[in-house]
């Protein structure tokens, strides 16, 4: 359908921490801002996420779906099921926690390409 010349881009949020408490609050923080806006929720909705699994921060489901986190092999797998599913480009945004932009820097040099 894209043809020969495509190019299909993708956004995956990562989080470089490999305490499940801890990165799911930090992608929870993450979140927050969409999951007040109807728009997000109905496509969450499209995808089988239920009330439930939006509500009261989102369930670990749903926090799991929507933000890889672990350590470098986790993280790597989860990119390069996107490319395995046809993306062409991955861009990753890093979760961290706030104002620690060195946290951001080392999740992107650890995921940058070459």
């Not at 956004?11 to 408490?21: A, F, R, Y």
């Not at 990165?23 to 499209?46: D, I, K, S």
Request: charged residues 30%; hydrophobic residues 40%; glycine residues 8%.
């Amino acid at each position: 359908i894209l043809g020969a010349d495509k190019w299909l881009a993708v956004e995956q949020k990562v989080c470089l921490e490999e305490s499940p408490s801890e990165a799911r609050a930090l992608a929870r923080r993450e979140l927050e801002r969409y999951l007040g806006l109807p728009n997000y929720r109905q496509c969450w909705h499209n995808l089988g996420f239920s009330e439930a699994d939006l509500d009261n921060g989102g369930s670990d489901r749903f926090i799991d779906a929507m933000v890889v986190w672990g350590n470098e092999d986790k993280i790597q797998r989860r990119l390069d099921e996107h490319f395995d599913a046809g993306a062409t480009h991955v861009c990753i945004q890093p979760v961290h926690t706030p104002d620690d932009l060195d946290a951001a820097e080392r999740t992107l040099e650890a995921f940058a390409p070459g």
